[in-house]
């Protein structure tokens, strides 16, 4: 069975200061990729960073990188120097290859940015 | 912008109705997935239509259905309503891929009241 867990429901980051939201996954199948989505209030989900199973370096964009640990099976969203507009739920999803097109989302981490 | 759009926006309706969702994809996109979204929850995977064909169903009832058109727009068809069909609907465009990289575009979301 495939399955994404995020175990932190709220945190709270200073703004221009660094958070890392947690993410760990189950499958069985080699062939896997993680993705990292935002979703602000309006609830349009807005893709921020994809990491494939077989990648070997950490996959980066902008602020965002992805602390991928595959012994560890945990897909971790650091996101840097926050901003106020980063304040929205963080959904890690992942898409196995072999199990069609669908994604397995977690319940999300939300997110605040303090000033 | 994602260029994903569904309508309407807001739905109130009523346990044993029917209701009909909407969504237009980007163009060139082969597929469509739909999600249920509870609140507080990660969204869930209900299905994909590709090339106007199932392709790939969740955890979901029959009374739950769908089409795809030649156009890029597709609908979601939700029967018998029960309360706990009220979610955010949430439909996701993107191209059937044979890797683990498979970029989803989400609209913005049809939020659906049972009452």
């Known amino acids: 069975a495939q399955k994404i867990t995020q175990t932190q429901p709220g945190m709270f980051v200073q703004e221009k200061e660094a958070v890392t939201l947690d993410c760990t996954y189950d499958?069985?199948?080699?062939?896997?990729?993680l993705f990292w989505y935002k979703q602000p209030s309006s609830g349009e989900m807005i893709f921020l960073i994809y990491?494939?199973?077989?990648?070997?370096q950490n996959a980066t964009e902008g602020r965002y990188s992805l602390n991928f640990q595959k012994a560890r099976k945990s897909a971790n969203l650091v996101i840097s120097a926050s901003q106020l507009g980063d304040s929205a739920m963080y959904f890690c999803?992942?898409?196995?290859?072999?199990?069609?097109?669908?994604?397995?989302f977690g319940t999300g981490t939300s997110l605040t940015v303090i000033p | 912008e994602t260029g994903v759009t569904q309508s309407p926006t807001h739905l109130i309706k009523t346990r044993g109705q029917q209701v009909t969702l909407r969504c237009s994809s980007q163009?060139?996109?082969?597929?469509v997935s739909w999600y249920q979204q509870a609140l507080g929850q990660g969204p869930q995977f209900i299905f994909q239509y590709y090339r106007e064909e199932e392709n790939g169903r969740g955890n979901f009832p029959p009374r739950f259905s769908g089409l795809q058109f030649p156009n890029y727009s597709s609908e979601l068809n939700v029967n018998a309503l029960e309360l706990d069909d009220s979610a955010l609907y949430l439909c996701a465009s993107g191209i059937l891929a044979k890797s683990s990289y498979n970029e989803q575009f989400f609209g913005p979301g049809t939020r659906l009241t049972v009452l």
């Open positions: 990491q494939g199973s077989y990648d070997q």
């Open positions: 499958t069985s199948d080699p062939s896997y990729g």
């Open positions: 999803a992942m898409r196995v290859l072999n199990t069609g097109n669908q994604f397995y």
């Open positions: 163009s060139g996109h082969n597929t």
